[in-house]
Nanobody, 115 residues
Framework: QAQLVESGGGWVQAGGSLRLSCAAS????????MGWYRQAPGNKRELVAS???????IYADSVKGRFTISRDNAKNTVYLQMNSLKLEDTAVYYC?????????WGQGTQVTVSS
């Protein structure tokens, strides 16, 4: 059964760091590109970072230089290291294939950045 399980979110002060993890079922992870998405209240879900099976990464301008996406192909896990967090990074973060795997989404993990 395909599934996505995100973890690692929490509350952090601006300028702080968090590391998110996502365990994906093999059926999803075997797809070439994995990504981290986020959705803030009132906003559409947006893709913030992606990584190919070969390690090629792409970042949204809003997180470039602050976030780092990585993956462990042996563990079917993708990570997002978030540094220098800003108030506007507050959102629920999700992982998924790029493009997304059908209509499947995990529960997400809440990241709250406060001043």
């Amino acid at each position: 059964q395909a599934q996505l399980v995100e973890s690692g979110g929490g509350w952090v002060q601006a300028g702080g760091s968090l590391r998110l993890s996502c365990a994906a079922s093999r059926s999803i992870f075997s797809i070439n590109v994995m990504g981290w998405y986020r959705q803030a209240p009132g906003n559409k879900r947006e893709l913030v970072a992606s990584i190919s099976s070969g390690g090629r990464t792409i970042y949204a301008d809003s997180v470039k230089g602050r976030f780092t996406i990585s993956r462990d192909n042996a563990k079917n896990t993708v990570y997002l290291q978030m540094n220098s967090l800003k108030l506007e990074d507050t959102a629920v973060y999700y992982c998924n294939a790029v493009p997304q795997y059908g209509t499947l989404w995990g529960q997400g993990t809440q990241v709250t950045v406060s001043s």
